[in-house]
C-alpha cells in the first residue's frame, strides 16, 4: 500500500473511531405538514446548492416498526430529490414497503440513506399535525 493509501486509510478509521459521519438534513418542508400526507426536505450541508444524494427512505415507528421504504431502482443516487411526500411515488424509486397510515399521538422517525445520512424524528399530534423533536 502507498503512503497516500495508508493516511487515507488512516483518516477514515478515525472517522469511524470518532463516530462522525456525513450527515444530511432532514426536516419538516413547512411548519403545517399534516396527515395523511406530509412532506419532507433533505439538504446536504456541505453542498448546500446541490440536489442531496441518497439511495434509500425509510419511516419507521417508535417501536421499531417500518411503515414505509422506498429504495433507488436502479440502485443509487441518481434520483434523489430535496422533498419529498409520505406515501406517493418517488420517480426512479421503487416501494419495498407500502406506506401504512401514520396516527395522531405517536412518534416516528424518517431516515434518509446512502454515503451520508439523516434523519428526523417527528410526533403527530391527535389533530394530525407533525412536529419536529429535537434529539440531545
Known amino acids: 500500500m502507498t503512503r497516500n493509501g495508508m493516511l487515507a ?5 478515525l472517522l ?3 463516530g ?9 418542508a413547512s411548519t403545517d405538514e399534516r396527515l395523511p ?5 433533505v439538504r446536504d450541508p456541505a453542498q448546500p446548492t446541490e440536489r ?10 417508535a417501536d421499531g416498526t417500518l411503515l414505509w421504504h422506498l429504495r433507488a431502482e436502479p440502485f443509487g443516487d441518481m434520483n434523489s430529490v430535496a422533498r419529498f411526500t409520505y406515501g406517493e411515488a418517488l420517480s426512479g424509486f421503487v416501494a419495498v414497503v407500502g406506506a401504512q397510515p401514520l396516527e ?4 416516528y422517525t424518517v431516515h434518509v440513506l446512502g454515503k451520508k ?11 394530525g399535525k ?3 423533536v429535537a434529539e440531545p
Request: aromatic letters at 6%; one cysteine or more.
Open 9 to 13: 486509510a488512516s483518516s477514515a478509521a
Open 16 to 18: 469511524l473511531l470518532a
Open 130 to 132: 407533525l412536529a419536529a
Open 104 to 107: 395522531g399521538g405517536k412518534r
Open 20 to 28: 462522525c459521519q456525513p450527515e444530511l438534513q432532514i426536516g419538516l
Open 117 to 127: 445520512t439523516g434523519s428526523l424524528p417527528f410526533t403527530v399530534d391527535a389533530s
Open 37 to 41: 400526507n406530509p412532506s419532507f426536505t
Open 52 to 61: 442531496p444524494l441518497y439511495n434509500t427512505i425509510k419511516v419507521m415507528a
